[in-house]
Every structure is written in structure tokens, then in C-alpha cells.
């Protein structure tokens, strides 16, 4: 029998998830359907519910449910614990297991696909939101030279920069706090262009030879991306190459098999931009 799999979310139809799944299956010759499904904001326990009864096999979670997927866990992944965040389920008999792959996605798609070593780096994190939460303990697992987490509220990102400062020295401060640093990578991990708002960031943020990563995409350059190329980032790059490697590592999660990426996102790409 076919296997299922759905990615939850409220809203959903936007969703490129069973896009790229599709891709992965047929590449990788796996028999599985993917379909997204709309949740009700408050009927995400009971949706995971009717799923996991119906044999449903793996889910992965997105906004907004994240939080409440990681409390309905039976087991998680380290990675996933340590994010407070779930957004990819495996369902075995009664048990939910839980594991966060947006870390491993941003990290493989600096790192492989932008070929940015991120290991001795001056990292800056901007956010302290969820997607910020689940990507630290894999950034610091790299050996970054140095994380700072700047947020607009400074008190959530030193809360933030506590919480694993257990892993290695990590500071947190609000954006004036960067005015005399200077960072090889810069990573917004803030929703404010949905609001249409830009982000103060001091100048002289960008040391030679940085990048700027957004974890937002669009079509074409996003405005963080206009902003840092302005202020001096020698590379901007988009969060699409994240959306897919943190695809391909739930595939792994499900199917014991890495997907390739590259033409799959070589396809979303032309597909966003044309
Ligand atoms: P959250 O709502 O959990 O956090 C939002 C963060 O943005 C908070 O730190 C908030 O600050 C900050 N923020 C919001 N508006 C502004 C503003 N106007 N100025 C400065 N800071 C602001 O969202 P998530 O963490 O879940 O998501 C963040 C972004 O990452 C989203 O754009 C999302 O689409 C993207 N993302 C991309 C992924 C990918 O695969 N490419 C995966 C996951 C997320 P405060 O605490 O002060 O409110």
C-alpha cells in the first residue's frame, strides 16, 4: 500500500511541501503520497488524531502549530527538544515521534549548497522566534567563532542565548547592541518584511566577504536582501535552498533515504521567478 504523508498547517494552500516531496519520491522511486491539509487553529490535536488512525505514516508541521506538535510528542529527537518546536512527525502505533529538521536545513544549504563555511564564523541570528529557536544548537554545532541572537525585545533573545549557552558562549542583546560588532553571517530569522517593516540594523555590520541570509523567499532579491546588499553584504541569498534541505532531511527521517536537492531546487526557483 501507498504510504501517506501530509504537511499541516493553517493557512496551507501556499505550501510548496508536496511539491517537493513529489520530486523527492519520484527521484528517489519511494511509494508515497504527500498532500498539505488544512488544520483549524484549535483542532490540530484532533487532525493528528484522525490521521494517525487513518495509518497515516509521517507528518510535517508548520505555522502555527510547531509548539503544540512538540507537546503532543510520545518521543523527540535531541535537535527537537532542544528547539521546543516540532516539524516532523513519524507515527508508529500509539507513538508520535518527534523531530525538528529546520536547523539541518539551514545549515546544509549555507554550508553545501552556498558553500559558506559556517565553522570559525562570527555569526549574528536576528529573531527570536521559533524558526530562531530550532536553528541554534545546529548552528553552534558547526563551531561558529561566535553567536549573537539581536531581537527587537533584547530580554527574549538573552533568554534565548541562556537557554544554550550550555552548548557553547552564545550572547543575545537588541539590534543596537550589534553597533560596534561586525559578522561574517547574518541570518534573519524575523518575520518583519511580512509586515513590510525593515529591520535597524547599525552600520558596518559586514565584515568582508559576508553573507546575509534571509530565511524568507519570494520572487527575486527579498527586502532583506535588498537592505544588507545596500549595507555592504558581499552575498544575499533567500531561504529556498532551506525550505528544501529541510525537506529532504524529513524525507531521510520517513525513508532512510537522502533525496537529491539540487535539481529540485533548481525547479521551485524558475517556477517562484517565473
Ligand atoms: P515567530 O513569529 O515565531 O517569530 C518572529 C520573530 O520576528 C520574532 O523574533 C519577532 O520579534 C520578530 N519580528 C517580527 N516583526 C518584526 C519587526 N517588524 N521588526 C523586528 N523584528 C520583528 O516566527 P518564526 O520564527 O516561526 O518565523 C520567522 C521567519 O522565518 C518567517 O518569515 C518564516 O517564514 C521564516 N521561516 C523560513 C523557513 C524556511 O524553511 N525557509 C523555516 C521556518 C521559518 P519579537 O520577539 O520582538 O516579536
Not at 561566535?146 to 533568554?159: D, H, P, T, V
Not at 543596537?176 to 552600520?203: C, H, M, Q, R, Y
Not at 537522502?258 to 533548481?266: G, Q, S
Request: a neutral charge; aromatic letters at 8%.
Amino acid at each position: 500500500m501507498t504510504d501517506l504523508y501530509v504537511v499541516f498547517g493553517n493557512p496551507i494552500a501556499h505550501s510548496k511541501s508536496p511539491a517537493i516531496h513529489a520530486a523527492f519520491a519520484r527521484a528517489s522511486t519511494q511509494d508515497l503520497i504527500y498532500e498539505a491539509r488544512l488544520a483549524a487553529v484549535d483542532g490540530f490535536k484532533q487532525a493528528i488524531s484522525e490521521f494517525q488512525a487513518a495509518g497515516g505514516k509521517g507528518a510535517n508541521v508548520t505555522v502555527p502549530f510547531k509548539e503544540e506538535a512538540y507537546r503532543l510528542c510520545t518521543r523527540l529527537s535531541e535537535r527537537a527538544a532542544r528547539a521546543g518546536a516540532v516539524n516532523t512527525l513519524v507515527f508508529n502505533g500509539p507513538e508520535i515521534f518527534g523531530d525538528n529538521t529546520d536547523g539541518a536545513g539551514l545549515v546544509r544549504d549555507i554550508t553545501h549548497n552556498l558553500a559558506c563555511p559556517l565553522a570559525g564564523q562570527r555569526i549574528l541570528l536576528l529573531g527570536a522566534g521559533g524558526a530562531a529557536r530550532g536553528v541554534i544548537a545546529p548552528l553552534l554545532a558547526t563551531q561558529p567563532a561566535s553567536l549573537f541572537i539581536a531581537n527587537r525585545g533584547a530580554e527574549k533573545a538573552k533568554a534565548l542565548a541562556k537557554g544554550f549557552s550550555d552548548i557553547a558562549p552564545v550572547n543575545g542583546g537588541n539590534f543596537a547592541e550589534t553597533a560596534d560588532k561586525s559578522f561574517d553571517i547574518v541570518i534573519n530569522a524575523t518575520s518583519a518584511s511580512l509586515s513590510g517593516e525593515s529591520l535597524p540594523l547599525p552600520p558596518g555590520l559586514f565584515a568582508t566577504g559576508s553573507l546575509a541570509y534571509d530565511m524568507m523567499y519570494g520572487k527575486g532579491e527579498t527586502p532583506f536582501m535588498a537592505l544588507t546588499r545596500q549595507q555592504g553584504a558581499a552575498r544575499c541569498a533567500d531561504g529556498l535552498g532551506m525550505l528544501i534541505e529541510q525537506a529532504a532531511e524529513a524525507f531521510f527521517v520517513w525513508r532512510g533515504v537522502r533525496p537529491a536537492t539540487t535539481a529540485v531546487l533548481d525547479d521551485l526557483r524558475a517556477s517562484l521567478n517565473g
